[in-house]
Structure formats: structure tokens, C-alpha cells
């Protein structure tokens, strides 16, 4: 299972340092930010499981950010703040939060907040690139969101059914993270419960897809260098991935 990665959102330093070390040492990848444009940067490079996010950032509010992140991301998001009135709470609440804790907190109180939003979670991953219409490179390949075409390093269209260009996106939203049958299968099938096992059938049919995908993307799908087999977890994307909103 990959290492849950957070996104630590708090425009005081210290703050956000105190809070990064702890998870981190709690066995969490911790990523930062501190406003709405570093947010969107991040989220375009990666899969981010989980925000934590102030709700005064300087000039912008975190009520106002989490509203519209929940229009385009999927990604479970508690909002932190010194302001703990119901009404408060409320207004986070009913933009989309999934939880919201008031400074000052208890270390280990947000810890078990993290990991009770992580387990009720609709999905382990980051689920943005659905609606990003942004042109992701790899390994000499380009994949055009606004188009939903994928163009081979000699500059011709490949042909993708659309459960492979679907894989092929969550692979592409989370380049160089091994990522297991169950994660592939709970971003493809929407309306599937999260986390439950793969039956047998479920299993072949997720290890015939790479093998489609690998047959129009790799120079040799027997010995494949981009979609790789992670032996004991799955698949993962074995290479690196830009991204460019032309």
C-alpha cells in the first residue's frame, strides 16, 4: 500500500514545519503549501491523498479555497483553524470538509482526525486529473486532456479504448508510485466500495488492461519500461511525468 501522501497548508512557517515533522514522523509523506496557486501546482504533479488546510491564509480564506477544490478533487480535506464557534465549524462543513480541528490541538488528536478521514476515505487516491484538461509528457509520449488524444514519440495518435485511457490517467496522476489492483480498480469503477478485496475475475481483468495498455505504449510489452509490474504491490508508472496546461 503506498505511503498516504498529505498536504500541509498553513502560511506560517512554524507552524507548518510543527506540523509536517510530526506526521512525517507518523509515517506519512508531507508535502507544503501555503495559498490556493501552490494548492493547484501540487496537485497537477501528483497524487495527494489528504489536505490539511488553514483557514486564514494571509488574503485568501480557506473556507473559500476547500469550496473549490471540492468542485474539481475528490481529496478528503480538514480545515484547521483558531476559530472553533459552530458557526464556524458549519461553514466549513457545508462547503465540503470533511472534518475541521481548532488550533490550539493536541499532536496526537490530529493524527487520529488524519487517519479516521484517511479510513472512511471514498478513495486512496487524488482523483483531479477527471476533470484537468492539462497535456501530461512521458517518456516521449503526450497524453492532450483538453483533446483526450495520446500521441506516440514519433508524433502519431494511438488509439485507446476508454477503460485504457482511464488507467493510463491514474497511472499518469501518480508517476513512480507503486499503486496496488484494488487502488486501479477503485479509481476506475466509481461506484465500487473503496478498499474492498478483488475477486479472481476482478484481479484478471486488471492485469489484462496493463497488458492492453503495455501493447500500444511499450517498444516491447514482454519487457516493459514504462508500465512495470511491482512485484508483491502491482503496477506503477516507471517514469517521469511533466506536466503543461498548453
Known sequence: MP????????????????????????GFMVLTGASRAEIENLFSHGRIDLILLDVMLGDESGVEICAALRKEHDVPII??????????????YEVGADDYIAKPFNPDLL???VRAVLRRGHRSASLGYRRNTATYH?????????????????????????????LLKVLLAN?????TR?????????????????????????????????????????????????????YVLATDVTVSDD
Open 3 to 26: 505511503i498516504p501522501r498529505l498536504l500541509v497548508v498553513d502560511d506560517d512557517p512554524e507552524m507548518c514545519r510543527m506540523m509536517s515533522e510530526f506526521l512525517r514522523k507518523n
Open 79 to 92: 480545515l484547521v483553524s483558531a476559530l472553533s464557534a459552530d458557526h464556524q465549524r458549519m461553514a466549513g
Open 111 to 113: 493524527l487520529a482526525r
Open 138 to 166: 512521458f517518456a516521449g509520449w503526450t497524453y492532450d486532456g483538453k483533446r483526450d488524444i495520446v500521441l506516440s514519440p514519433q508524433g502519431f495518435q494511438v488509439s485507446l479504448s476508454r477503460r485504457e485511457t482511464g
Open 175 to 179: 508517476p513512480h508510485i507503486p499503486l
Open 182 to 234: 484494488v487502488e486501479i480498480a477503485d479509481a476506475l469503477v466509481i461506484t465500487r466500495e473503496a478498499g474492498t478485496a478483488l475477486d479472481v475475475a476482478e484481479s484478471r481483468a486488471i492485469d489484462v488492461l496493463v497488458g492492453r495498455l503495455r501493447s500500444k505504449i511499450e517498444a516491447n510489452p514482454k519487457a516493459p519500461r514504462i508500465l512495470r509490474t511491482e512485484r508483491g504491490v502491482g
